[in-house]
């Protein structure tokens, strides 16, 4: 069992940062790729950005790409997203996701993901 703790969720204007953060308990965390998804109200769960098990390598859907920085530190079990120029669209509770099956690169699906997170809440002001 692997459990997961989001926080770092909070009303932030637009154009400004937030740093969130996953907490890992449990099965031993360096295992896994881990992802970010969020959720806005009446829309689907959204890929965000995920990381090999290594922190070695890291994938993010386009709209993210370079406002978005994903990271972990294994030895603290904990996985952060950086986020940067934040838009009103960005506001959503934004999850975070281990997997436990090895790829060959990390799943941007939410169905591929097997341990979730209670979701913390990110508002952006326009």
């Known amino acids: 069992q692997v459990q997961l703790v989001e926080s770092g969720g909070q009303l932030v204007q637009a154009g400004g940062s937030l740093r969130l953060s996953c907490a890992a308990s449990?099965?031993?965390?360096?295992?896994?790729?881990m992802a970010w998804f969020r959720q806005a109200p009446g829309k689907e769960r959204e890929f965000v950005a995920a990381?090999?098990?290594?922190?070695?390598?890291?994938y993010y859907a386009d709209s993210m790409k370079g406002r978005f920085t994903i990271s972990r530190d294994n030895a603290k079990n904990t996985m952060y997203l950086q986020m940067n120029s934040l838009k009103p669209e960005d506001m959503a509770v934004y999850y975070c996701?281990?997997?436990?099956?090895?790829?060959?690169?990390?799943?941007?699906?939410?169905?591929?993901?097997?341990?979730w997170g209670q979701g913390t809440q990110v508002t952006v002001s326009s």
């Open positions: 996701a281990a997997d436990v099956i090895p790829r060959r690169l990390p799943a941007n699906q939410a169905r591929e993901y097997y341990y």
């Open positions: 449990g099965r031993t965390f360096s295992t896994y790729a």
């Open positions: 990381i090999t098990w290594s922190g070695g390598s890291a």
